[in-house]
C-alpha cells in the first residue's frame, strides 16, 4: 500500500514539473559517467541525479577536488573518460578551448521544457552548459565570540583584521581567522578575489597581455599576508574542507568560504553548539572600495564532446532531471542557492546576493584566465611566506604566465 | 660467453628497452621542440545566470585546422628550453648583467622556476643518500646479529616504510606533523611555541621532506647489505678473532672493504631514485615550498588547462642529462672497479 502511495505520487510530481515535454527521467540505456568536484552540495546534487537515473542506467560518479586538473586529460580521450562534467564559469572555458563540450540545443528542445532561461549557459548562441546552483565566498562568524568581545560583523576586510586581533589579544583563540590559503588552485582564488576588490583589471583589454603588477595588485598581496597572519600557520596547506573542519572544530571565528558551505556546517552532524553560533555574513569589501572581494560562480554541467549520442542523451537527461528538481531544492533549501525553477531560498542565501547587489564581478570566463590562475598559484606563495616582496612575486607572476601562454599559443 | 651466445642473450631485454624506454625518450624529444599552434580568438556573446556580455573565446573551427594542419605543434626549436620556467638563459643575462653582487645573482637564478627545483632536488638527493646508505648498513649489521627467532619479525618491521606506498606514507606523516598531530604538538611542546609548524616554513618542510626520504629509503639499502653481508666469507673472520680483533676492527678491516662494491651499488640506485622525488611533495602539499624536476613535469600535465606536452618534454629531456651527470662519476668508478677486477 506505501509502496503504491509513493508510486503514485512521484507520478503525480513529475507528470507536474515536466508537463508539455519528454519526462527526463528513467533513463534505460546508455551509461552516464560524471566527474564532479568534492562537497556537500553536490552530493546531494548527484544523489538526485541518480535516482532520476534510476536503476536500469549505468550510473557512475566520480567526486575529486582535483576534477580540474582532470578534465581535459579525461575528456580529450575518444571515447572520453566521462560522459559528462560539472562544470563552473571558471572551469567551462578549458573544456571550451579544446571543443570538449557538445551544444545541447537540441537535447532542451526535447526534454528542457521546465528549464528556466538564465540556467541556460549560452555562447555565441548556442546552449553548452546548464547551471543548477550560484555560488560565491563570503564571510561566515561565530556570534558569541563577537559578541562576548564587543566586536560588530565586520564589513571590510581592514575590519576582520581588527576583530581577529582582538580575539587573538582576548586569549579565546590563537588563530580566528581562516580561509583557504592551500598553495594551488585556492591560494591563486584568494588573490583573484583580493585584486577584484581593489578594482583590479588582469588583462589589458581585449587582449591576453596580463596586468597584475601594480598598486592594487600589491595592496591585494598584503592584505592575504595580514590575514595569514591570524590564521593557523600551516595555512598553505588548508584546503577549503580543511577550513571548515577547523570551523567544526572550534578553532576558527571568522572565515571566508563558499554559501555552499552551509550543507555540512550547518547540518545535523558536528558539534551542535558551534553550529547554532555559526552566522553568514556579506562579504566584506576591502581598500576603501564598495565592490565585495569575491566574486560569483555558477555551477551547472556539460556534457563531453567525444562520447556516443547515447551516452550524451542518458547524461543529459539524468542531469536535466535533478536540475529542474523542485522537490531536492526545497528539500534542502540551504545547501546553496538553487537556480531551480519553483525552489524559494533558505535563509543562507542573503550573502550572495548581496555580493550581487553590489557589483560582485563574475569569475572572468577568459581563455587564458586559467593559465595566470595556474601561475598565481605557485608564485605568490614565497611571498606570503615571507621570502620575497609583493612586488618581486607579481613580477614572477606574470613572467611565469607569459612563458606558459606563449607555449600554448595565447601571445 | 661468446660474442653471439651474448647477443641473444641480450637481444630480448635489449629490444624492450628499445620499445619501452627507447623510443619514448625520442618522441619526447621530438615534442619537446614543437608549442601548441597559434590560439585564434573570436569576441562573442556569453550568457549565463549573472547576464549576457561580449567576452572574448577561443575560435574552435580555425585553431583546430591549424591543429589539423600541424599536430605536433608549432616547430619553437629549442626554445622551450631556454624559456623562463625552463634554462631561463635571458633572465641569467640579466640578472648577471645588472646583479651587484654574487649574491644577489644566485638570489635571482634561484627563484627561477627550474633552478629552484634542481636545488631542492639535488639538496634532497645528496642529503638523503649517505644517511641511507649508513642507517641501512648499520641496521643490516645489528639485525645479523640478532638470534634466528628474532630475525624474522624485525625485517619485517624494518622493510615496512619500504612496503608503505610513498604517497599514502608520506599522507599519514602529513597528518602526523600537523599543528594538531601526534607529532605536531609534541614539537610545539618541547620547544615551548604554540605556533611553531613544520608545514609553514620552507627550511622546516625541505627538513620534513629529508626526513621522510631517509626513512622510506633506508629499508632498501638494508635489505640489499643484509643479502651482501650473508656472503662475507667466514675465514678471514675466524682468523682475525683468534688473532684478538676487536669487533670494530674487524668490521672495518673485512667486512666494510667487502660490502664497497654493494655500496656503490646502492648510491647509484639512491642517487637516481632520490633525483626522481615526487610523491612527497604531493603528500606533504610541500608544492609551495619544495619543487623537484618531476613535479615540474606532473603539473606540466595536470595543470588546470591544456596538458603543456612541450614544457613536461623539455623538462624530462633535461632530468635525463641530470641523471646522466650525477651518475657519471660512480659509474666510473664501477667500470674501474669490473676492470681491476678482472
Same mark, same amino acid.
Given at each position: 500500500m506505501k509502496k503504491l502511495l509513493i508510486a503514485l505520487l512521484f507520478s503525480f510530481v513529475s507528470t507536474s514539473a515536466f508537463a508539455g515535454g519528454h519526462s527526463p527521467c528513467g533513463v534505460t540505456d546508455g551509461s552516464i559517467k560524471i566527474l564532479a568536484n568534492e562537497f556537500t552540495t553536490y552530493r546531494i546534487f548527484m544523489d538526485e541525479v541518480k535516482s532520476c537515473a @534510476?536503476?536500469?542506467? *549505468?550510473?557512475?560518479v566520480t567526486h575529486s577536488v582535483d576534477h580540474n586538473k582532470l578534465q581535459v586529460a579525461a575528456l580529450s580521450a575518444n571515447p572520453a573518460e566521462f560522459s559528462a562534467k560539472l562544470v563552473t564559469n571558471g572551469s567551462i572555458t578549458t573544456l571550451m578551448n579544446d571543443n570538449l563540450l557538445r551544444p545541447l540545443d537540441d537535447l532542451v528542445a526535447k526534454y528542457g521544457s521546465a528549464l528556466q532561461d538564465n540556467q541556460k549557459i549560452v555562447i555565441d548562441g548556442k546552449i553548452y552548459a546548464i547551471a543548477f546552483m550560484a555560488n560565491a565566498q563570503h564571510l561566515w562568524y561565530r556570534e558569541s565570540i563577537l559578541n562576548d568581545l564587543g566586536i560588530a560583523v565586520p564589513s571590510t576586510y581592514e575590519e576582520v583584521i581588527a576583530a581577529a586581533e582582538k580575539i587573538k589579544a582576548s586569549g579565546k583563540m590563537a588563530n580566528p581567522y581562516a580561509g583557504a590559503f592551500k598553495s @594551488?588552485?585556492? %591560494?591563486?582564488?584568494?588573490?583573484?578575489?583580493?585584486?577584484?576588490?581593489h578594482g583590479g583589471e588582469f588583462f589589458k583589454a581585449g587582449t591576453a597581455e596580463v596586468s597584475i603588477n601594480n598598486d592594487k595588485g600589491v595592496a591585494a598581496l598584503n592584505m592575504m599576508k595580514r590575514l595569514t597572519e591570524v590564521s593557523n600557520p600551516d595555512f598553505l596547506t588548508q584546503d577549503t574542507n580543511a577550513v571548515k573542519e577547523e570551523w567544526e572544530s572550534g578553532n576558527v571565528a571568522l572565515m571566508h568560504v563558499w554559501n555552499s558551505g552551509a550543507?555540512?556546517?550547518? *547540518?545535523?552532524?558536528?558539534?551542535?553548539?558551534?553550529?547554532? *553560533?555559526?552566522?553568514?555574513?556579506?562579504?566584506?569589501?576591502? @581598500?576603501?572600495?564598495?565592490?565585495?572581494?569575491t566574486t560569483l560562480w555558477w555551477d551547472g554541467f556539460g556534457i563531453a564532446t567525444n562520447t556516443s549520442d547515447e551516452n550524451a542523451e542518458a547524461s543529459f537527461r539524468a542531469l536535466l532531471g535533478a536540475a529542474t528538481s523542485t522537490e531536492m531544492a526545497n528539500a534542502?533549501?540551504?545547501?546553496?542557492?538553487?537556480?531551480? /525553477?519553483?525552489?524559494?531560498?533558505?535563509?543562507?542565501?542573503?550573502?550572495?546576493? *548581496?555580493?550581487?547587489?553590489?557589483?560582485?564581478?563574475?569569475?572572468?570566463?577568459?581563455?587564458?584566465?586559467?593559465?595566470?590562475?595556474?601561475?598565481?598559484?605557485?608564485?605568490i606563495v614565497e611571498f606570503l611566506q615571507g621570502n620575497e616582496s609583493a612586488e618581486k612575486a607579481l613580477a614572477d607572476v606574470e613572467a611565469a604566465y607569459v612563458a606558459k601562454a606563449t607555449e600554448q599559443g595565447f601571445l | 660467453m661468446p660474442h653471439k651466445t651474448f647477443f641473444w642473450f641480450f637481444f630480448p631485454s635489449g629490444l624492450a628497452m628499445l620499445l619501452f624506454i627507447g623510443l619514448p625518450i625520442i618522441s619526447s624529444f621530438f615534442q619537446s621542440l614543437h608549442i601548441e599552434p597559434e590560439q585564434i580568438l573570436m569576441e562573442v556573446e556569453k550568457c549565463d545566470p549573472f547576464g549576457c556580455k561580449t567576452e572574448t573565446k577561443v575560435d574552435i573551427e580555425a585553431t583546430s585546422k591549424l591543429q589539423e594542419e600541424q599536430p605536433l605543434g608549432r616547430f619553437n626549436g629549442l626554445g622551450t628550453y631556454v624559456d623562463r620556467n625552463h634554462l631561463a638563459f635571458d633572465q641569467i643575462k640579466e640578472a648577471w648583467n645588472n646583479s651587484s653582487s654574487m649574491s644577489d645573482f644566485i638570489d635571482i637564478m634561484l627563484n627561477l622556476p627550474f633552478y629552484k627545483a634542481l636545488l631542492f632536488t639535488l639538496t634532497f638527493c645528496f642529503a638523503v643518500t649517505p644517511p641511507v =646508505? %649508513?642507517?641501512? +648498513?648499520?641496521?643490516?649489521?645489528?639485525?645479523n646479529t640478532l638470534t634466528k627467532s628474532l630475525k624474522g619479525p624485525t625485517i619485517f618491521g624494518v622493510i615496512l616504510p619500504m612496503i608503505v606506498t610513498p604517497l599514502?606514507?608520506?599522507?599519514?606523516? +602529513?597528518?602526523?606533523?600537523?599543528?594538531?598531530?601526534?607529532?605536531?604538538?609534541?614539537?610545539?611542546?618541547?620547544? /615551548?611555541?604554540?605556533?611553531l609548524s613544520l608545514k609553514s616554513s620552507s627550511q622546516l618542510t625541505w627538513i620534513t621532506l629529508i626526513i621522510y626520504g631517509i626513512w622510506h629509503n633506508t629499508?632498501?639499502?638494508?635489505?640489499?647489505?643484509?643479502?651482501?653481508?650473508?656472503? =662475507?666469507?667466514?675465514?678471514?673472520?675466524?682468523?682475525?678473532?683468534?688473532?684478538?680483533?676487536?669487533?670494530y676492527e674487524r668490521v672495518r678491516h673485512i667486512v666494510i672493504p667487502h660490502l664497497y662494491p654493494v655500496a656503490t651499488f646502492i648510491i647509484l640506485i639512491c642517487l637516481m631514485d632520490n633525483f626522481r622525488v615526487l610523491e612527497p611533495i604531493i603528500g606533504f602539499a610541500a608544492e609551495g615550498v619544495a619543487q623537484s624536476l618531476s613535479w615540474m613535469i606532473y603539473n606540466d600535465l595536470r595543470s588546470e588547462n591544456k596538458m603543456l606536452f612541450g614544457s613536461a618534454g623539455a623538462t624530462s629531456m633535461l632530468t635525463i642529462i641530470g641523471v646522466a651527470f650525477l651518475?657519471?662519476?660512480?659509474?666510473?668508478?664501477t667500470w674501474r672497479e669490473f676492470r681491476t677486477e678482472r
Open positions: @534510476g536503476e536500469g542506467a *549505468d550510473f557512475s @594551488g588552485w585556492n %591560494v591563486a582564488q584568494e588573490f583573484v578575489n583580493m585584486y577584484l576588490g550543507a555540512s556546517l550547518l *547540518d545535523d552532524e558536528g558539534d551542535q553548539m558551534i553550529k547554532a *553560533d555559526t552566522r553568514l555574513a556579506n562579504s566584506p569589501s576591502v @581598500g576603501g572600495g564598495s565592490v565585495p572581494a534542502n533549501p540551504n545547501a546553496t542557492i538553487w537556480l531551480i /525553477d519553483g525552489y524559494s531560498p533558505g535563509d543562507t542565501a542573503g550573502p550572495v546576493v *548581496d555580493a550581487a547587489n553590489r557589483g560582485a564581478a563574475p569569475y572572468p570566463s577568459l581563455p587564458y584566465m586559467s593559465l595566470l590562475h595556474g601561475a598565481l598559484s605557485t608564485e | =646508505v %649508513v642507517l641501512g +648498513f648499520i641496521v643490516a649489521l645489528s639485525i599514502i606514507g608520506s599522507l599519514v606523516l +602529513f597528518w602526523m606533523i600537523d599543528a594538531k598531530g601526534i607529532l605536531g604538538s609534541t614539537i610545539q611542546y618541547l620547544f /615551548d611555541d604554540p605556533n629499508p632498501f639499502a638494508f635489505v640489499v647489505f643484509y643479502a651482501a653481508l650473508q656472503t =662475507v666469507p667466514q675465514d678471514p673472520i675466524e682468523a682475525a678473532i683468534i688473532d684478538g680483533a676487536s669487533r651518475l657519471t662519476p660512480v659509474l666510473i668508478r
